[in-house]
């Protein structure tokens, strides 16, 4: 299920879209309001109502469990598609109620149409408030209105994976290689392209998939678990994992197949590793980020110590972007819901780097622990942040407050719309609906897609002042 309301307020270069609506669901007519999360709260008479024209394309589905991670993976199927239907291919990793029953999931969803489908699923919820039913199934009923279509179809086959897995990533050069990160403590590689090619050549196969079992390229074991991976952009092949041990690991490709991994960690971080990024323009750097409440950047070439240190929020810093449109900007969340950007041009190495010298932008407004954070790769000015509140947000650095427009729409809507008052210019857009978001990610090629995962199931949504500005 996925919420998202449009809110008219103009800014600079941009249409926002924000929250949700909240009006009578019985009795007279009452004046539309637009939704504050976190600060409004829904009256017995009253409920949450999407703005269709907030997205140009919004879609749900799951694939039996909750999955704490996933990835896009790169196809050939066109570098920029702006024309509907989209097909899209998944891997994502479950999170089973008992180790066994867990497994590494490659998916294909065709059929993605732009037009708004219906968000609420017309069947039970399990006690785990998950739907027992993909909601591909339910897409069949809005088939008069789209001329007879059909709505998503989705495909999957089935990895049996032992535990719960924390974190997937595939390889940018070659997207059949995956790395899982397993609860259990152990980094495992994977060779999907059998299932990748099955998908790829069949329609018609059942949404429950292939349940398959095949043995790992390799497995290393952290000595703990961990969440923190990324595959090198640069360099085929080439891997870092960190874990809850405070140590990561580089490892080196030695085949299309093997690897070697160093057995001397990177050392620094007094708390676990949460996220890993590497540089997208230095093949041998990339930075961490630790529940330390601490950022570092390292160079592999330079030994195992860090090259720059630096204290980065007021607690656990959860994950980090690295923008690939402008190589100087780093991007971190943390448990205590801030956003910031680094400037990383003004980083001093010998680890006397204060953050304020380096922090180009700084947000307050989500109050849960961020999640997942994004930079696009179509706008080097655009990033997006999922939330333990129940919230994703799309964020533009470019945007900045017009009082003349703010003033010439309240002149025009105030007796229609209450806006909200005191949100950041830069927030440009709020997705809401789903339960405790996860992970999210940008497709690389198809502008203005995003994916997230959350405990109910995914979304694909593609806000319209979003891919207005890319096509």
Same mark, same amino acid.
């Given at each position: 299920?996925?919420?998202?309301?449009?809110?008219?307020?103009?800014?600079?270069?941009?249409?926002?879209?924000?929250?949700?609506?909240?009006?009578?669901?019985?009795?007279?007519?009452?004046?539309?309001?637009?939704?504050?999360?976190?600060?409004?709260? =829904?009256?017995?008479?009253?409920?949450?109502?999407?703005?269709?024209?907030?997205?140009?394309?919004?879609?749900?589905?799951?694939?039996?469990?909750?999955?704490?991670?996933?990835?896009?993976?790169?196809?050939?199927?066109?570098?920029?598609?702006?024309?509907?239907?989209?097909?899209?291919?998944?891997?994502?990793?479950?999170?089973?109620?008992?180790?066994?029953?867990?497994?590494?999931?490659?998916?294909?969803?065709?059929?993605?149409?732009?037009?708004?489908?219906?968000?609420?699923?017309?069947?039970?919820?399990?006690?785990?408030?998950?739907?027992?039913?993909?909601?591909?199934?339910?897409?069949?009923?809005?088939?008069? %209105?789209?001329?007879?279509?059909?709505?998503?179809?989705?495909?999957?086959?089935?990895?049996?994976? %032992?535990?719960?897995?924390?974190?997937?990533? @595939?390889?940018?050069?070659?997207?059949?290689?995956?790395?899982?990160?397993? %609860?259990?403590?152990?980094?495992?590689?994977?060779?999907?392209?059998?299932?990748?090619?099955?998908?790829?050549?069949?329609?018609?196969?059942?949404?429950?998939?292939?349940?398959?079992?095949?043995?790992?390229?390799?497995?290393?074991?952290?000595?703990?678990?961990?969440?923190?991976?990324?595959?090198?952009?640069?360099?085929?092949?080439?891997?870092?994992?960190?874990?809850?041990?405070?140590?990561?690991?580089?490892?080196?490709?030695?085949?299309?197949?093997?690897?070697?991994?160093?057995?001397?960690?990177?050392?620094?971080?007094?708390?676990?590793?949460?996220?890993?990024?590497?540089?997208?323009? %230095?093949?041998?750097?990339?930075?961490?980020? @630790?529940?330390?409440?601490?950022?570092?950047?390292?160079?592999?070439?330079?030994?195992?110590?860090?090259?720059?240190?630096?204290?980065?929020?007021?607690?656990?810093?959860?994950?980090?972007?690295?923008?690939?449109?402008?190589?100087? =900007?780093?991007?971190?969340?943390?448990?205590?819901?801030?956003?910031?950007?680094?400037?990383?041009?003004?980083?001093?190495?010998?680890?006397?780097?204060?953050?304020?010298?380096?922090?180009?932008?700084?947000?307050?407004?989500?109050?849960?622990?961020?999640?997942?954070?994004?930079?696009?790769?179509?706008?080097?000015?655009?990033?997006?942040?999922? @939330?333990?509140?129940?919230?994703?947000?799309?964020?533009?650095?470019?945007?900045?407050?017009?009082?003349?427009?703010?003033?010439?729409?309240?002149?025009?809507?105030?007796?229609?719309?209450?806006?909200?008052?005191?949100?950041?210019?830069?927030?440009?857009?709020?997705?809401?609906?789903?339960?405790?978001?996860?992970?999210?990610?940008?497709?690389?090629?198809?502008?203005?897609?995003?994916?997230?995962?959350?405990?109910?199931?995914?979304?694909?949504?593609?806000?319209?002042?979003?891919?207005?500005?890319?096509?």
């Amino acid at each position: 299920m996925s919420r998202g309301i449009k809110h008219r307020q103009r800014a600079k270069r941009k249409t926002k879209n924000r929250g949700e609506s909240s009006s009578s669901s019985s009795g007279p007519q009452v004046p539309v309001k637009v939704w504050q999360p976190g600060v409004d709260k =829904l009256e017995e008479d009253e409920e949450l109502q999407c703005d269709p024209s907030a997205y140009n394309s919004l879609h749900a589905f799951h694939i039996g469990w909750p999955c704490l991670s996933f990835d896009i993976l790169r196809d050939s199927l066109g570098l920029v598609r702006t024309e509907f239907p989209h097909t899209v291919y998944f891997m994502a990793g479950t999170q089973a109620e008992k180790p066994s029953w867990n497994s590494i999931g490659i998916f294909k969803v065709s059929n993605i149409s732009g037009k708004l489908l219906e968000l609420v699923p017309k069947h039970e919820t399990d006690d785990s408030g998950m739907d027992e039913d993909s909601d591909s199934e339910d897409d069949s009923d809005d088939e008069e %209105e789209d001329g007879g279509a059909t709505g998503p179809a989705l495909q999957m086959r089935k990895v049996a994976h %032992e535990g719960c897995i924390n974190r997937i990533r @595939s390889m940018t050069q070659n997207p059949h290689i995956c790395a899982s990160w397993a %609860e259990s403590g152990h980094v495992q590689i994977w060779d999907m392209s059998s299932h990748l090619n099955a998908l790829a050549e069949t329609e018609t196969e059942d949404v429950q998939g292939v349940d398959v079992v095949q043995s790992p390229l390799q497995k290393f074991k952290h000595g703990d678990e961990g969440y923190a991976i990324d595959w090198n952009p640069l360099v085929p092949g080439r891997l870092i994992s960190g874990g809850r041990n405070n140590s990561i690991y580089l490892w080196e490709p030695t085949s299309a197949a093997t690897w070697n991994i160093d057995q001397t960690p990177f050392n620094g971080h007094t708390g676990s590793v949460e996220d890993l990024q590497w540089s997208p323009v %230095e093949p041998d750097v990339f930075a961490s980020c @630790s529940v330390d409440k601490s950022i570092a950047l390292w160079d592999a070439r330079s030994g195992r110590s860090q090259v720059v240190f630096f204290n980065a929020h007021n607690a656990d810093v959860n994950v980090l972007s690295w923008s690939r449109l402008a190589s100087r =900007l780093l991007a971190s969340g943390s448990d205590d819901g801030t956003i910031s950007i680094w400037d990383l041009r003004m980083l001093k190495k010998g680890g006397d780097t204060v953050a304020a010298d380096i922090v180009v932008a700084h947000f307050e407004y989500h109050k849960h622990p961020i999640a997942s954070i994004e930079w696009s790769p179509h706008e080097a000015s655009s990033l997006a942040v999922s @939330s333990s509140d129940n919230q994703l947000t799309i964020w533009d650095l470019s945007l900045e407050k017009d009082e003349e427009e703010e003033a010439e729409f309240k002149a025009k809507t105030q007796e229609h719309v209450k806006a909200p008052e005191d949100l950041p210019p830069q927030l440009l857009f709020i997705h809401q609906g789903q339960k405790d978001p996860k992970e999210l990610h940008w497709h690389t090629q198809i502008p203005g897609m995003i994916v997230s995962t959350a405990a109910d199931g995914f979304n694909v949504l593609m806000p319209s002042n979003i891919q207005s500005t890319l096509s």
